[in-house]
């Protein structure tokens, strides 16, 4: 079977290519019978390209997405739907939120030899508008604060944690809420919200946590629908709504477990943010894909034989 390695040399602002090559190395060594490939993306969608162009050998084959949550959404997009594919995580980047859905068995996915003797489960995907989510898609302010992060973050003296607050305060100033229609199953809102996200995991945007049971293999999407909030009530309800606490407040914040279609419809371009990777457009229709990839589960996990 042939192992492919996709490196992402910019995730995590250093490029860890040599790492990974001697991390590879280690791992196979008396592994001769296994075929190893370290690909080193070149641009935007490039390990999207390259997965694609391997599956129609139609040979089974496993890729490990050697950088963030970025350059796995990126793998998730070219194994979508491909049988003969399957994907898993192999963090080297900052950002590693569909991860953390695993609590402490996260860190299986750091180890290698866990990973080559691991098993494969198919899981659910979120189809935004053609493209693929594992984990989670949101649109609002929260998905303009985060697909925002990478312009601030390049200005000299701001970085990680300052871009995200600089991000945060720019778009706060421009406005929280916007016009949106929004429906799903026999919901339909019309108005100001200030955030519509749908989760086939738990965590996004470096630590919010808003549904603490998903699992993105149980058929169901948890989506949640924040009305418009003045500047006072969102930092109180954003703090519960990342800590998995947006029950507790159904005055302001809709809560639905679907298998349907979500869609949302802006006055004007907006942005939504899957991954944490941006699409920007006046509609965006989701749906959950059951089954929809591959997930290569590191061995001693047990996340998944746990009762959906």
Known sequence: MKHLFVVNPTAGGRDKTEEVRAKVRAAFAGRDDEEVEIYVTQGPMDATRKIEEEAKR??????????????????????????????????????????????Q??????????????????????DCNGRYSANI????????????VHKYSKIPLIGGATGYVVSAAVNMFKGIATQM???????????????????NGRFYGGGFNPSLNA???????????VKKVSLIQFATLIGKYAKGQADEMPQFIKHIRSSQELTIRCEKEDVAQLDG????????????????????????????QQEA
């Open 137 to 148: 898609c949101s649109v609002g302010v929260d998905a303009r604060i985060g697909t925002d």
């Open 181 to 199: 229609a929004v429906s799903c199953d026999d919901v339909d809102l019309r108005g100001k919200h200030t955030l519509v996200c749908a989760c």
């Open 215 to 225: 699992r993105p293999d149980d058929g169901i999407m948890d989506v949640y629908i």
């Open 105 to 126: 068995e996260k860190e299986l996915f750091r180890d290698l030899e866990a990973l080559l003797d691991g098993s494969e489960v198919p899981i659910d995907l979120l």
């Open 58 to 103: 139609g040979e089974h084959f496993r890729v490990y997405a050697c950088g963030g949550d970025g350059t796995f959404n990126e793998c998730v997009c070219g194994a979508a739907l491909k049988s003969n594919v399957a994907v898993c995580p192999f963090p080297t980047g900052t950002g590693n939120d569909f991860c953390r859905m695993f609590g």
């Open 277 to 304: 990777e941006a699409l920007r457009a006046r509609e965006f229709h989701i749906r959950l894909v059951p089954k929809a990839m591959n997930l290569i589960v590191p061995r001693g996990m047990n996340f998944f």
